[in-house]
């Protein structure tokens, strides 16, 4: 008999891919417009995800070296640095933008 734990169940779910798309410079930095990655249990948070990233190669690295600088969106919806990403599908990359 398997017994679910909630943290357990929470970790399998995470084991599975999710999108990350990336606009304007920080895709330039990165390389590329999206990519499907599996990220580790221990990234909880839009910014553990931006500093798990920026160890991946020196293209991540200048792409998020100022985190002030870079925004972050939750399934298409505006997050902020400390935010859970939880069972998101896609989290998006972006510079800050400006109104005109």
Same mark, same amino acid.
């Given at each position: 008999?398997? !017994?679910?734990?909630?943290?357990f169940?929470?970790?399998? #779910?995470?084991? %599975?891919?999710? #999108? ?8 330039? *930095?990165? =390389? ?12 909880? %948070?839009?910014?553990?995800?931006? *500093?798990?990233?920026?160890? +991946?190669d ?9 985190? #002030?600088?870079? +925004?972050?969106?939750?399934? *298409?919806?505006?997050? #902020?640095?400390?935010?859970? !990403? =939880?069972?998101? *599908?896609e !989290? ?9």
């Amino acid at each position: 008999m398997i !017994i679910f734990v909630p943290a357990f169940a929470m970790w399998l #779910k995470r084991m %599975t891919e999710i #999108k990350i798309a990336y606009f304007a410079w920080v895709r330039e *930095r990165v =390389g590329v417009a999206d990519e499907l990655v599996t990220i580790p249990s221990s990234v909880v %948070t839009i910014e553990d995800l931006a *500093r798990w990233l920026s160890a +991946r190669d020196e293209g991540y690295a200048s792409a998020f070296e100022n985190p #002030k600088l870079v +925004r972050a969106a939750i399934d *298409r919806v505006h997050a #902020k640095p400390h935010d859970m !990403i =939880g069972n998101a *599908r896609e !989290i998006a990359f972006f510079p800050p933008m400006t109104g005109g």
